[in-house]
């Protein structure tokens, strides 16, 4: 025997009003008078500009060295030890003028070009590979804790061993300092590109060379800008030490062996020279070169300021 029990139309809840909005009162406010608070907009004055202005601010710290150099230089009186900064800027222009720098900088340049392109071939190479594989992965890591630490001025004995004294031997040890710390920066880049973007290139339908080429490359694209600069540092720096060390290359020396002959002569300002033109390339290839690739690059894409 079953009891039904049903629910009289008395009992059943009512549903609940909405609540009726309260009256807001209106408010009038007058227009405050704009006359005190100045100028909104107007054009900077030459000073603010250049204030502004990356190059002018980079160009006044260079200046301000150069005078603390010619200052301490007169002050400490010894051309032997430390020569002034227009001593130095007189041998330099001299031996700019007969084609003596021109010369060796070309004879430098040639295997940092070879090396830095060599490298950066392979560390693409590597981190594709450790891209698309768990075991690619594995092998650079390894190798790159390995080389990495392993300074490239070590190694040059065993490329002299393999390759003889010349371009080939100078373009391996370059290699050996541009690939791992290339290869690093890029694995990180990539490793570090969001969940989000790697989904929408998947959904699209990217894969293999096209994925990386427009989703993992543009995404970790500061990171592999500033391994190449990086990379670029220690091939310019090992290429100046194999120089100094091992001297001549190709049957002419660069600039590291321009600077070790002037040690060996004892020609001060002539070391200066050859440091002050190792220095401008630096300055050259990260304020021009480097530079731009970041303004049409990362910069543009609102990925730096």
Aim: proline share 6%; charged share 15%; hydrophobic share 50%.
């Amino acid at each position: 025997m079953s009891v039904t029990h049903t629910l009289s139309p008395a009992s059943t809840p009512a549903p609940a009003k909405p609540k009726a909005p309260r009256p807001r009162a209106d408010f009038e406010c007058a227009l405050a008078d704009a006359s005190g608070i100045g100028e909104v907009q107007r054009r900077l004055s030459l000073p603010e500009r250049l204030a502004n202005n990356d190059a002018v601010r980079r160009a006044a710290v260079l200046v301000l060295l150069l005078v603390i150099w010619e200052v301490y230089a007169r002050w400490a009186d010894n051309p032997l030890l430390f020569p002034t900064f227009s001593l130095t800027l007189e041998t330099f222009l001299h031996d700019l003028l007969d084609g003596t720098l021109i010369d060796r900088t070309r004879t430098s340049l040639y295997p940092l070009a070879l090396g830095y392109a060599g490298g950066i071939a392979l560390a693409a190479l590597f981190t594709s590979l450790a891209v698309s594989s768990r075991i690619g992965a594995d092998i650079l890591t390894t190798l790159t804790a390995m080389f990495n630490p392993l300074p490239a001025i070590a190694v040059l004995p065993l490329a002299l061993i393999w390759f003889g004294l010349g371009v080939p031997s100078l373009v391996f040890v370059i290699i050996h300092s541009v690939l791992w710390a290339v290869s690093l920066s890029t694995l990180t880049g990539f490793r570090s590109v969001p969940e989000t973007l790697r989904l929408s290139g998947r959904n699209c339908g990217l894969k293999g060379v096209r994925y990386v080429a427009l989703i993992l490359i543009p995404a970790a694209f500061p990171a592999i800008l500033a391994g190449l600069k990086i990379g670029w540092a220690f091939a310019w720096r090992t290429l100046v030490a194999a120089e100094l060390v091992f001297g001549v290359s190709s049957r002419s020396g660069g600039l590291g062996w321009y600077i070790f002959e002037a040690r060996a002569e004892l020609d001060t300002p002539k070391v200066f020279a050859g440091l002050f033109t190792v220095i401008l390339i630096g300055l050259l290839v990260e304020s021009v070169i480097f530079r731009v690739i970041e303004a049409k690059t990362v910069q543009k894409w609102g990925m730096q300021r």
